[in-house]
């Protein structure tokens, strides 16, 4: 179903300012924003899209977005965040929230039935068939973001889900790829992507990996359970394929510019003309594969883990990279300490198998606090 209306939830990020510029160019209308701080510039975006009903996390900041927004619904809080998207008359949510605090919106938007267009693969990762189940339950489509998983959603159109053998997803490999050691790594050298442009727990986690593996766990659930192998292609030109059982292998290509699959999240079943540019061919000359270095970056090996323990598991991973990410961005840990935390935190966890939400959430909350006291420990043993 072609979106008409939409609330984009994380709407000042990187995936959200290029959503809004997809809303615009192709009359998208824009019913709810949400941001976790910047208010100025969701003052300016609800302004510019006639927007009525926004939502600011920082709840120190609506006062001041009161102001500037003097005829709207202002809200703040998590439950009123939810609430928001489940009564807005949207009917798609575009979740491009980073971290697990994207779960609860997207939760919520599956619950009223809007589709979810997802960029948030921590709600995956987090709480993987449960997020599969719900939307079935409400007869919702989760349509991906991500590149690598627009890829493979185009990959498998109009071909027998059966005949799948395998996932291939594409790793660009990051800024330290093929890098004799990753000592003494700074922030800024990794916030250096060589070929995306991405907010910055993102673009971190592609440095250290961490995003192919909480791709891949994304990837394991959204196309029913298919065996995935990860691929590093230093272009990132291919942005997924799909291998079927007579060795025949679809492959989706683009420049990596994240409007094209942004904007096949709102448009499909339909195609519309992009700003995104075209692939020249001859200028690449040739394109390049290697296998992943999953021993140097061990957040990939330490996600299909979580992966193959299965339960809260990948939550866990989740909720302690974000607190490592964070620690490493403020100087306070060094890049090769992010495994460490993570994998410590992990094995200090009671796995639950059968799990529920309220699960997910509270091991979201237990991992956070867990990571964080490892820090403080390690803090304090310097
Ligand atoms: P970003 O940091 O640029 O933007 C994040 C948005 O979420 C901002 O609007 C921010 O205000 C909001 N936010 C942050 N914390 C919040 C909180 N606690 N409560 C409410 N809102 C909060 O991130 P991004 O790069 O746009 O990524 C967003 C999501 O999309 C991530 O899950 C990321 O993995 C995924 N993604 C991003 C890209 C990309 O090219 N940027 C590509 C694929 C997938
Ligand atoms: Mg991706």
């Not at 709600?123 to 993987?128: M, P």
């Not at 727990?201 to 593996?213: Q, R, V």
């Not at 198998?353 to 490892?374: C, G, H, P």
Request: with cysteine; hydrophobic share 40%; charged share 25%.
């Amino acid at each position: 179903m072609q979106t008409k209306s939409v609330y984009i939830a994380g709407s000042t990020g990187s995936i959200g300012t290029q959503a809004l510029s997809v809303c615009k160019k192709h009359g998208i209308r824009v019913v709810g924003l949400s941001c976790g701080k910047n208010f100025r510039l969701l003052a300016e975006q609800a302004k510019l899209f006639g927007v009525k009903k926004v939502h600011i996390g920082d709840a120190g900041a609506v006062d001041n977005l009161k102001k500037l927004l003097p005829d709207c619904e202002v809200l703040t809080g998590e439950d009123a965040l939810a609430e928001q998207i489940y009564h807005s008359e949207a009917d798609t949510l575009l979740d491009a929230i980073v971290g697990s605090a994207g779960l609860k919106p997207a939760v919520s938007g599956i619950r009223s039935g809007k589709k979810l267009a997802l960029a948030n693969k921590e709600t995956i990762v987090c709480a993987g068939q449960l997020i599969m189940d719900l939307a079935e339950e409400h007869g919702v489509t989760v349509f991906p973001v991500d590149s690598e998983h627009s890829a493979i959603f185009q990959c498998l159109l109009g071909n027998n889900d059966r005949e799948v053998k395998r996932i291939l997803l594409t790793a660009s490999g990051g800024p330290f790829f093929g890098r004799e050691s990753l000592d003494g790594i700074r922030a800024e050298d990794a916030l250096k992507h060589p070929n995306w442009d991405m907010g910055q727990k993102i673009t971190i986690d592609s440095a250290t990996l961490m995003n192919k593996g909480l791709e891949v766990i994304e990837a394991y659930h959204l196309f029913g359970h298919k065996p995935i192998k990860v691929l590093v292609h230093r272009e990132s030109i291919i942005h997924s394929m799909v291998e079927y059982v007579d060795n025949a292998i679809m492959a989706q290509l683009g420049t990596p510019d994240m409007t094209i699959p942004i904007q096949l999240s709102l448009t499909y079943p339909n195609r519309m003309e992009s700003d995104a540019g075209e692939v020249d061919f001859v200028k690449l000359g040739t394109l390049s594969f290697f296998e992943p270095d999953v021993e140097k970056f061990r957040c990939l090996q330490l996600a299909f883990d979580a992966l193959k323990t299965g339960g809260t598991m990948p939550c866990v991973l989740n909720g302690a990279n974000e607190i490592a990410v964070d620690a490493f961005l403020h100087g306070k840990i060094g890049f090769t300490d992010i495994p460490k935390l993570i994998e410590q935190t992990m094995n200090a966890h009671n796995v639950i198998l059968d799990y529920t939400l309220d699960d997910v959430f509270s091991q979201d909350i237990w991992a956070k606090e867990y990571a964080r006291n490892l820090l403080s420990a390690w803090e304090q043993n310097k």
